[in-house]
T-cell receptor, first 115, second 117 residues
Framework: KNQVEQSPQSLIILEGKNCTLQ??????????LRWYKQDTGRGPVSLTI?????NTKSNGRYTATLDADTKQSSLHITASQLSDSASYICVVSATRTGGSYIPTFGRGTSLIVHP | GAGVSQSPRYKVAKRGQDVALRCDPISGHVSLFWYQQALGQGPEFLTY????????KSGLPSDRFFAERPEGSVSTLKIQRTQQEDSAVYLC???????????????FGPGTRLTVL
């Protein structure tokens, strides 16, 4: 069964500090991996997306890495801001025959940034 | 607006009632997904449409759940005889066209929070 495991489950940091969130997956055959940010009461918003050949992708203060050999990804947040407080969800998609594929979502890491 | 919209935003139902949740995807988006998100969990896939065709409904938890997208645009998720365990946020997402190997981005609506009493 395709699975996506994220750690830590929750994280509290001080404003201005850096943090790294982890994602391990067993989805196969791998197509792509996305990191989403979900603010409370809102739908997820895409931060980064990486395919098999990409091992790093940046979006402002967010940098995602991908190791397709070990099936691990990380999301690094630099110089955190209060607005970074949210749930960060790792989503991995597999290729499927027939032309469509269904993403597998992790449970998310809840990040709280304190002033 | 230009984003995915969902209605209602909040729905309270008595156990046994039928409910209908609406999703308006971004205009021109071919692919549409429904997800169920329990409190503190990540979204769980329910069903997927490409235009009006429901290509995958393997995530629907029971035959009480039914989804349609008759004209390939607006979609409705219907839950019959609601149970307390159906309480969750129901998210809709659309993308231009989600095909194998294409890392297309899904755009999510704000969700409908369903509470079954």
């Amino acid at each position: 069964k395709n699975q996506v495991e994220q750690s830590p489950q929750s994280l509290i940091i001080l404003e201005g500090k850096n943090c790294t969130l982890q994602c391990n997956y067993t989805v196969s055959p791998f197509s792509n991996l996305r990191w989403y940010k979900q603010d409370t009461g809102r739908g997820p918003v895409s931060l980064t997306i990486m395919t098999f050949s990409e091992n790093t992708k940046s979006n402002g203060r967010y940098t995602a890495t991908l190791d397709a050999d070990t099936k691990q990804s990380s999301l690094h947040i630099t110089a955190s801001q209060l607005s970074d407080s949210a749930s960060y969800i790792c989503v991995v998609s597999a290729t499927r025959t027939g032309g469509s594929y269904i993403p597998t979502f992790g449970r998310g890491t809840s990040l709280i940034v304190h002033p | 607006g230009a984003g995915v919209s969902q209605s209602p935003r909040y729905k309270v139902a008595k156990r046994g009632q039928d409910v209908a949740l609406r999703c308006d995807p971004i205009s021109g988006h071919v692919s549409l997904f429904w997800y169920q998100q329990a409190l503190g969990q990540g979204p769980e896939f329910l069903t997927y449409f490409q235009n009006e065709a429901q290509l995958d409904k393997s995530g629907l938890p029971s035959d009480r759940f039914f989804a349609e997208r008759p004209e390939g645009s607006v979609s409705t998720l219907k839950i019959q005889r609601t149970q307390q365990e159906d309480s969750a946020v129901y998210l809709c997402a659309s993308s231009l066209n989600l095909i194998a190997g294409d890392p297309d981005t899904q755009y999510f609506g704000p969700g409908t929070r369903l509470t079954v009493l």
